[in-house]
């Protein structure tokens, strides 16, 4: 069950739209500023902080669930379309398929790649724009972990260093330049709105994990991939390998992209460097490139689990080869 305590802002340590982090007499937090409005500092606030208490992956940051301060607070919203519905705090965002009701029911084609981790979006677009300057990347966030895109940091800087053109936030997901009730729409909106020439679609950061085969959400990519097949579109799957993880199951090629490939109906492209491609029957071979140069080259520091490129070189490898494979189908 959850747990609020009763706190004080003693700092505002940054902020930008959406978001603000601060410093409280209860601990490090983060305020949504679209769902619970701004705060300042010697405000009393409410923390949740049950994350924390439990000792989970959110970085050691309670989040405010209301500022004290005030009796009342209001942003109006664009539309008709609740996220987080039937919570405290659900949201009116609206849904740009209230704009766009007659689009085409196909991507025709529209190369989309599949992450399973939020680390894998960030290799697979720098990747991207490295090999495909002029091409138009859209990012498609799912629900599947964290459901404000304003939390992501990586996408923060792929947005400032102009990797990444726009996002789409799909299901609870919010906070996307364009907002979508499906992973379906949301690809559709990518491709005949927003102009796509590739998408990368995964969840934000926080994958849940329990370490059974079904019991994480990184299973996700499997509907993904056969809702990208379906809409006439080419799925390649991101593949999660280590050379490094502690934990056997995701060592060389992970369990959850073995699970992934089983569970999905359709036939995704699974692009892979030479020494990685033989422990799996679908892999195609693709060749990678250097992954570390070309993060250096646009000043960004991408680790996964805390390892980057040369901690874990298989990871940035196989997340290369994916980028590699969709670069080659952009027209």
Not at 309 to 327: E, I, K, L, S
Request: one cysteine or more.
């Amino acid at each position: 069950m959850p747990r609020f305590v009763t706190s004080t802002v003693t700092e505002v340590l940054g902020s930008r739209p959406g978001l603000q982090r601060v410093a409280t007499s209860a601990g490090r937090a983060y305020v949504l500023t679209d769902l619970v409005g701004p705060v300042g500092e010697g405000d009393r606030v409410v923390l949740n902080t049950t994350a924390v208490d439990l000792g989970l992956g959110t970085g050691g940051w309670h989040v405010v669930h209301w500022n004290l301060a005030r009796d009342e607070w209001s942003q109006p919203g664009p539309g008709h379309i609740m996220k987080l519905r039937y919570t405290s705090l659900q949201v009116d965002t609206g849904a740009a398929e209230e704009q766009h009701p007659d689009l085409p029911e196909s991507i025709g084609g529209l190369p989309v790649v599949a992450c399973s981790l939020h680390s894998q979006v960030g290799v697979v677009a720098t990747v991207l724009r490295s090999l495909r300057p002029a091409a138009r990347i859209v990012y498609v966030m799912t629900d599947g972990a964290a459901l404000p895109l304003v939390l992501s940091d990586l996408m923060f800087d792929l947005r400032q260093r102009g990797i990444v053109d726009a996002t789409v936030t799909a299901g609870h997901a919010f906070g996307g330049d364009l907002e979508a009730v499906t992973v379906a729409s949301a690809l559709v909106l990518a491709r005949h709105v927003l102009s796509a020439d590739v998408v990368v679609a995964g969840m934000g950061p926080g994958v849940v994990g329990t370490g059974s085969t079904l019991g994480t959400t990184a299973i996700e990519v499997a509907g993904i991939l056969d809702t990208i097949a379906a809409l006439g579109g080419l799925g390649v799957l991101c593949a999660r390998a280590s050379s490094a993880d502690p934990r056997e199951r995701h060592r060389g090629i992970s369990h959850h992209t073995r699970t992934t490939l089983h569970l999905a109906r359709s036939e995704p492209v699974v692009a892979l460097p030479a020494d990685l491609a033989g422990q799996m029957d679908e892999a195609r071979v693709v060749a990678t490139p250097d992954v570390a140069r070309l993060l250096a080259r646009h000043d960004l520091t991408i680790t996964s689990m805390g390892r980057g490129p040369t901690d874990d070189p298989a990871f940035f490898a196989a997340a290369g080869a994916a980028a590699a494979a969709a670069a080659d189908q952009i027209t």
